[in-house]
T-cell receptor, first 111, second 115 residues
Framework: KNEVEQSPQNLTAQEGEFITINCSYS?????LHWLQQHPGGGIVSLFM???GKKKHGRLIATINIQEKHSSLHITASHPRDSAVYIC?????????????FGKGTKLSVKP | DTGVSQDPRHKITKRGQNVTFRCDPI?????LYWYRQTLGQGPEFLTY????????KSRLLSDRFSAERPKGSFSTLEIQRTEQGDSAMYLC?????????????FGPGTRLLVL
């Protein structure tokens, strides 16, 4: 079973700072997702990656398949970015339905 | 709003009672997933459907849990004889199966508290 580890668990930043959240996994995957969860529970899918890099606005996600590692970067952070960021993977040979989630990184951006 | 709705949003019940949650996915999505999330943890997979067929169940889904998707549209998750350990957020997600890596869209969740 894949083990998904995220770091850091908690992160506090000042508005405008560049932020990096890391995710590592133990077994080969077919896809990796970055998700954002706001207080109250709502989860929004940010990126789905199987290789390389994706960019959407101030968010950038990268994945290194050989190192089994992904990073989520936020440029020019803003208080509205405060949320829990969750990494989730689908095992390469595993079920189509089953995502394995990390515990999340709680980000707080101070004005 | 992702287009996935869940009802109710909150449920408080006494230990031993039965509860049922409903999920309405995005209408053209043929896959539907249930997850459970406890405080400070990431979500854990419970089960998923492709159309009306339940294709996989996690070992977390004890006999007290049952899920259905009778017409391949909405789904229900029932917990019988609730226990305090069932207190959690129950999340539903849906997706359209085009490739193995399709995006899942999550509902707002149903927060269950068992007293």
């Amino acid at each position: 079973k894949n083990e998904v580890e995220q770091s850091p668990q908690n992160l506090t930043a000042q508005e405008g700072e560049f932020i990096t959240i890391n995710c590592s996994y133990s077994v080969g995957i077919s896809a990796l997702h970055w998700l954002q969860q706001h207080p109250g529970g709502g989860i929004v899918s940010l990126f789905m990656l199987s290789s390389g890099k994706k960019k959407h606005g101030r968010l950038i996600a990268t994945i290194n398949i050989q190192e089994k590692h992904s990073s989520l970067h936020i440029t020019a952070s803003h208080p509205r970015d405060s949320a829990v960021y969750i990494c989730a993977v689908r095992d390469y040979g595993g079920s189509q339905g089953n995502l394995i989630f990390g515990k999340g990184t709680k980000l707080s951006v101070k004005p | 709003d992702t287009g996935v709705s869940q009802d109710p949003r909150h449920k408080i019940t006494k230990r031993g009672q039965n509860v049922t949650f409903r999920c309405d996915p995005i209408s053209e999505h043929n896959r539907l997933y249930w997850y459970r999330q406890t405080l400070g943890q990431g979500p854990e997979f419970l089960t998923y459907f492709q159309n009306e067929a339940q294709l996989e169940k996690s070992r977390l889904l004890s006999d007290r849990f049952s899920a259905e998707r009778p017409k391949g549209s909405f789904s229900t998750l029932e917990i019988q004889r609730t226990e305090q350990g069932d207190s959690a957020m129950y999340l539903c997600a849906s997706s359209l199966a085009r490739t193995p890596s399709e995006t899942q869209y999550f509902g707002p969740g149903t927060r269950l508290l068992v007293l």
